[in-house]
Antibody, heavy 122, light 104 residues
Framework: QITLKESGPTLVKPTQTLTLTCTFS??????????VGWIRQPPGKALEWLAL???????RYSPSLKSRLTITKDTSKNQVVLTMTNMDPVDTATYYC??????????????WGQGTLVTVSS | EIVLTQSPGTLSLSPGERATLSCRAS???????LAWYQQKPGQAPRLLIY???SRATGIPDRFSGSGSGTDFTLTISRLEPEDFAVYYC?????FGQGTKVEIK
């Protein structure tokens, strides 16, 4: 059974750096084709894709946020870490991590964490 | 970058009716990476459809996906009470803005 859980601060101040950890079980991030992504959702708004890391350490970032994001993995700990620099109140959102599966020639996020609400405020 | 535009923004229907949701891409995209998700208040999104037309595990057959190129559709053949929610399409790094299916 695949599970993912996000952890990190619930409140950060403007200009600070946010560090979120996704701890997962039920799969290995060393398995070919597997990825873990981060997606966020401001209150009452739509989903926004942030970043993705693949089993082979290949990384993808949102073009609009690329300069502020870093995604890394620790395969031995079954964790993926997302850092976002220079936080602003507009970054207030629920942050999700999700398992990306390759299904034959298709790919999608088939398991999601419960999400963690991060508020940016002084 | 690909932009996904969903329409309508809100769909007001009654249980038992058919729902047709649209997702249009700003340029032709691979169907392999087109997915649909359902989200209910306070919950994480749930994968419904991947590869534009394949149902995810455990998804009822009243949900179906179709389309190719720039135009994709999610159809719910007969709405059940638990289907009233927000639906998002997604391709690679992009999500649509969502369609809310509400009870009329």
């Amino acid at each position: 059974q695949i599970t993912l859980k996000e952890s990190g601060p619930t409140l950060v101040k403007p200009t600070q750096t946010l560090t979120l950890t996704c701890t997962f079980s039920g799969f290995s991030l060393s398995t070919s084709g597997v990825g873990v992504g981060w997606i966020r959702q401001p209150p009452g708004k739509a989903l926004e894709w942030l970043a993705l890391i693949y089993w082979n350490d290949d990384k993808r970032y949102s073009p609009s946020l690329k300069s502020r994001l870093t995604i890394t993995k620790d395969t031995s700990k079954n964790q993926v870490v997302l850092t976002m620099t220079n936080m602003d109140p507009v970054d207030t959102a629920t942050y999700y991590c999700a398992h990306r599966r390759l299904i034959r020639i298709a790919a999608a996020y088939d398991y999601w964490g419960q999400g963690t609400l991060v508020t940016v405020s002084s | 970058e690909i932009v996904l535009t969903q329409s309508p923004g809100t769909l007001s229907l009654s249980p038992g009716e058919r729902a047709t949701l649209s997702c249009r891409a700003s340029q032709s995209v691979s169907s392999s990476y087109l997915a649909w998700y359902q989200q209910k208040p306070g919950q994480a999104p749930r994968l419904l459809i991947y590869g534009a037309s394949s149902r995810a595990t455990g998804i009822p057959d009243r949900f179906s996906g179709s389309g190719s190129g720039t135009d994709f559709t999610l159809t719910i053949s007969r709405l059940e009470p638990e289907d009233f929610a927000v639906y998002y399409c997604q391709h690679s790094r992009a999500f649509g803005q969502g369609t809310k299916v509400e009870i009329k």
